[in-house]
């Protein structure tokens, strides 16, 4: 089996220490197997980022942008390989690759703009002869964690903006789908970008540490479960880095009387086992206002569950793949089992689900749970697989308090066509990202992701306009020239314009 190397100052390195294997979900056969960095290859990797640092630091954001442009063609005329290894490692449909991807061009897109976001405030005469500006300065060597459910999309939601800003980048991707990672940042050298300036290295939780108690790592970015998320900002802040760390989500959709129930089931059936269900804004939970909405829901959905067109993620036309790993399908059923001992309705059972010619492969049906109540793990607790529950509430006030009182606040969406019922639960939930008929309500690249609550550690969101703030520090600069001839005396009160 090949080994997929780490990539640093411009190099592939092999390293010499422990890997893991890296699995086809489809097959359930190790396919590659990844190097996991010990400390030394991520010093190394810090190394080649600080030597990087000063002449990328001093290149006129309009020649960083122009790396991204051509970065972004790259993009787009390897997409269908990079699509391939997305869909081999991880299992998700190659159409669903394909649009991971579009997604994370929009925001190599965004970074190309670097001359327009970088732009400072000038006032000339703050006071007599006296001008004053700002501008927006790099950190230095930042990092980047990112998780297995987008291999492609989550990096390109940092390391393009970051670098456009002038800071060299350290991505630490999933070891568990990192062929096509890799890929894209060597295209990203294809396009120009000097040597160190972008690094990868593959790794677990000790790549992770060392990266957290490297003092020369000014800033990091993670997005993945709750748990790694607090860790990594409570350990990052307290060593003094700037740290935005993405969690984990319980996304609900509510369901009002007056809801256009074929085109809520369409969104939801994409919402909820599009990727699996392995994605952080997938919708998992179904609040429905009303029995007489629930049960035409469920009269609806079932029949589409049972009719998904599950196989081998690298085939075209299907609707799901398998789940990435044997450990995850474990993990997804047994939360299946324990809804089925709590009380839970299962009306779609998508266990032992067997794919012709893929009998070994991860996979596992869509699976629908009602009367679901908010006691039940499998309400509270991010199951991360193509599991849907539906929570039944007597009115809209009900169905806010419910979600309003969950630990997480990642994503949510009502569907009405009742305009007053919309603005009220825009204005009073209690969620950092909101649809309206809209059930993955994921920002474009020129707004800012990000959730409330347990779901974002940190003070700014993902990528667009706290993006650029985040991987920039503001300086503020007063200047003043005085007349040769003029003498002044010193002056004791404090300065004002006054």
Avoid at 250 to 256: D, G, I, Q, S, T
Wanted: glycine share 10%; charged share 20%.
């Amino acid at each position: 089996m090949s080994t997929i190397p780490h990539l640093i100052n411009g190099e592939r390195i092999a390293g010499a220490g422990r890997t893991a294997d890296v699995f086809n979900p489809s097959t359930g056969e190790a396919i590659h197997q990844v190097a996991l960095a010990d400390r030394a290859v991520i010093q190394q990797a810090i190394d080649a980022a600080k030597a990087a640092f000063p002449a990328w630091r001093a290149t006129p954001p309009a020649k960083r942008a122009q790396v991204m442009f051509r970065f972004k063609q790259l993009l787009e005329d390897n997409a269908e390989q990079i699509a391939q290894l997305i869909s081999q490692e991880h299992g998700k449909t190659i159409e669903d690759a394909g649009g991971e991807l579009k997604r994370g061009i929009e925001n190599v897109e965004y970074a190309c703009g670097a001359p327009e976001l970088l732009k400072g405030e000038y006032n000339r005469n703050v006071g007599p002869d006296i001008d004053g500006w700002s501008d927006f300065q790099p950190i230095g060597v930042v990092a980047g964690i990112t998780p297995f459910n987008f291999p492609a999309m989550v990096p390109l939601w940092m390391y393009p903006l970051a670098i456009a800003c002038g800071n060299c980048f350290i991505l630490k991707p999933s070891e568990r789908d990192p062929s096509s990672t890799l890929l894209i940042a060597e295209l990203m050298h294809q396009a120009g970008l000097p040597k160190g300036v972008l690094n990868v290295v593959h790794g677990d939780k000790e790549a992770v540490d060392a990266l957290i108690e490297a003092p020369q790592v000014k800033a990091l970015s993670f997005v993945g479960s709750t748990p790694i998320a607090e860790y990594i900002y409570s350990e990052g802040a307290k060593r003094g880095k700037r740290v935005q760390a993405l969690g984990g989500a319980k996304n609900h959709a509510v369901l009002m009387p007056d809801a256009d129930l074929d085109n809520a089931v369409s969104a939801l059936m994409g919402a909820a086992y599009g990727s699996c269900g392995e994605r952080c804004m997938a919708i998992s939970v179904a609040v429905c206002v009303g029995d007489q909405i629930a049960d035409a829901l469920v009269a609806k959905l079932v029949p589409q569950i049972k009719a998904l067109k599950i196989g081998a993620g690298t085939r075209c036309g299907l609707d799901m793949g398998p789940l990435v790993t044997g450990a995850h399908l474990d993990k997804v059923t047994g939360y299946v089992e324990d809804g089925v001992k709590a009380g839970a309705e299962l009306v779609v059972d998508g266990r032992g689900l067997s794919v012709a010619g893929n009998e070994n492969g991860f996979f596992l049906g869509g699976c629908l749970f009602d009367r679901v109540t908010p006691d039940m793990r499998i309400y509270q607790e991010e199951i991360f697989g193509p599991v849907l529950c539906i929570v039944r509430v007597n009115s809209l006030e009900e169905a806010m308090a419910l979600i309003n009182e969950h630990e997480y606040g990642n994503g949510t969406c009502i569907f009405t066509r009742d305009g007053e019922a919309a603005r009220l639960f825009c204005d009073e939930i209690e969620v950092g990202m909101v649809g309206v008929n809209v059930p993955l309500p994921v920002p474009v690249a020129y707004h800012s992701f990000g959730g409330w609550k347990r779901s974002l550690f940190g003070d700014l969101h993902a990528y667009g306009p706290d993006g650029v703030r985040f991987y920039t520090r503001r300086k503020s600069i007063t200047q003043r020239w005085p007349q040769r001839a003029s003498h002044e005396a010193a002056q004791f009160a404090f300065p004002s314009n006054g």
